[in-house]
């Protein structure tokens, strides 16, 4: 039987010797952190309780870890991210301020678009139409707002512009948030989600890695002065919406990843302003 402290000596070994025949290439650490993991789990248990057919998956997984293929591969990607952005400003941004309230209401899937949005006397609305239908996030929804952040800030504002389209990152992806604001029903929707798949692979959970948001109307949460917070909508599958998303009028941008879709947006709602001090990314309007 395999003593534990021979199998991680043994492994020790192994790796020292992938780092010196690998020293002058770029390697990515997550993996190595993963198999130390591992490494430290084995160690404390009987060699006959250990899964060695994971331990040797993990090996597996270094064998052209040092590749140039590799480094070319997450070079190529951080282009292609930058690229999208850049092609979505240059193609997509003309389309969104020129198109009209209906045509946009209806591309990102509101529904009635074409009798909602030149609606005068929101008395002639049936709300509830727009709520989902049991849906536990209808509680916490302002159907009525007015963009007061989008109105103040020095940073939004331009007396002349009823319709605002916001750019904001973090560190995985970025946003493009179009805020319609003429009439008296305001919509605030997302008009595009990229990811840099480079950084959210090692980031995000299974399930947030490759797939981007679609286009839709977003759910206004808080709407004051100093911040406005919303929702996307909710999935079929899940109680609470999977993102809530805070923009301050200073353009600062805080953005939750709502992952299993059980957190309600109580506690986004109490710390927001603690969340929006604490924040490093921003936003700004193209």
Known sequence: ????????????????????????????????????????????????????????????????????????????????????????????????????DSSLLQTHGVKHADRISDLIDLSEVNISDFFEENAAINTFRIFVWSGRVFRVSNNFNNPDANRIIVECRDNNEVFFFTALLEKKKKWLLLSENIKN?????????????????????LYVLTDIDEYIIFSTQTPENKKFPLHYFIISKEGRFYHFNNTYGTESPEYIIANASKKIIETKFTCKKV
Request: aromatic residues 10%; neutral net charge; proline residues 4%.
């Open 1 to 100: 039987m395999i003593k534990p402290y021979k199998f991680t000596i043994c492994l020790v070994i192994i790796l020292s010797s992938f780092f010196i025949t690998n020293n002058s290439q770029a390697i990515p650490v997550r993996p190595f952190i993963e198999l130390f993991e591992q490494i430290f789990k084995f160690s404390g248990k009987r060699a006959d309780d250990i899964p060695l057919p994971d331990a040797g998956k993990r090996l597996e997984d270094f064998k052209g870890l040092g590749k140039t293929d590799d480094v070319i591969g997450t070079s190529e990607t951080g282009k292609r991210f930058t690229d999208q952005i850049e092609n979505f400003n240059l193609n997509k941004i003309s389309e969104l301020k020129n198109s009209t």
């Open 197 to 217: 798949v480079e950084t959210s692979q090692l980031t995000l959970s299974e399930d947030n890695k490759s797939s981007k948001l679609n286009k839709q109307n």
